[in-house]
């Protein structure tokens, strides 16, 4: 029983960084932008998130002031980084899978690069701990699975129904959907189509940042060039394993966290069992989820991959 509890105590922090990057990049996709540079702008997240702590407080009580303002920084760089995808791929309309691969590549370098200069080696920080909510946290079993995290696994679960109200029942998540499967007709309403691409890469970005964010104050306490670890290309692969629902993406996320926990788990207790198989796993059951979970019901928007050039009447 114990096993069971530890792997599913695992698995509900260890897929808020893969919730918020996916959910983020759902926004990009809804609006018609695919961004494999998630990977890059988690990175630069993290970096940048562990940076501030390290640099100007990592004791007494400010500390967690400090901790809080490296999570918004991780986000705002993110946002940045975005917007500036958001003109190598709107304005300058390169291809978008080859400038995504390109930000990946230099968010990456770059995050590295300024770690070894500004911080030298490996570094532990404090961090950001637990927060056990009253009450719920005592309850058996459930008190350990569910409420005994850190503040911001709440937030980013709560970012799940934030996410279907605003793309469903406001009219940005209209535009969005609107410039994601139809530009020519919403731009015929007025619709101003690059400027709500770019809102959604910021709003994307900054999610991608804070994920990078969360995982080096709030889940490693560190900073090094291997964090991210395919994060970033799992998330843009649970938008389509979600078929683009912040509801299915969640649930996605969870599956490969639960993989992950899991060969945690089985490594933990010494089970004899071949490592480098427990490690695997998780990257193998996304493949095999995304192999067998077409729907033909849910098709990709429309206009995804596609720059818009309203000038253009083909």
Known sequence: MDFIVNILALGIPFSVALLLASIGE????????????CEGIMAMGAFIGMLI?????????????????????????GALLGLVFGVVVITFKAKQGIAGIGMQLFCVGAAGTLFRHFVGGTQS???????????????????????????LVYIAFLFVPLSVYILFKTPWGLRV??????????????????????????????????????LSLCQAKMFSDEMIAGRG??????????????????????????????????????INFPYEFAVMLPYVLVILTLAFSRDKKKQEPAALGIAFDREKRT
Request: net charge positive; charged share 10%.
């Open 125 to 151: 920080i404090p961090g950001i701990g637990k927060f056990y909510i009253p009450l719920l946290s005592k309850i058996p079993i459930l008190g350990q699975i569910f409420f005994s995290h850190n503040i």
């Open 26 to 37: 759902m926004f990009n996709q809804r609006s018609g932008i695919f961004n494999l540079g």
């Open 233 to 270: 290309f799992i998330a843009v692969a649970l938008v389509y394993f979600g078929h683009w629902d912040p509801i299915k993406i969640m649930w996605g996320a969870l599956l490969f966290s639960l993989a992950q926990s899991f060969q945690l788990a089985v490594q933990g207790q010494g």
């Open 177 to 214: 959907r609107a410039v994601g499967t139809y530009p020519r007709a919403a731009d015929s309403l007025g619709i101003n189509v690059n400027r709500v691409r770019f809102q959604a890469l910021a709003v994307g970005g900054a999610l991608a940042g804070l994920a990078g964010a969360y």
């Open 53 to 77: 702590p390290y640099s100007v407080g990592q004791g007494g009580a400010t500390a967690e002031i400090y901790n809080f303002l490296g999570i918004i920084a991780g986000a705002l760089v």
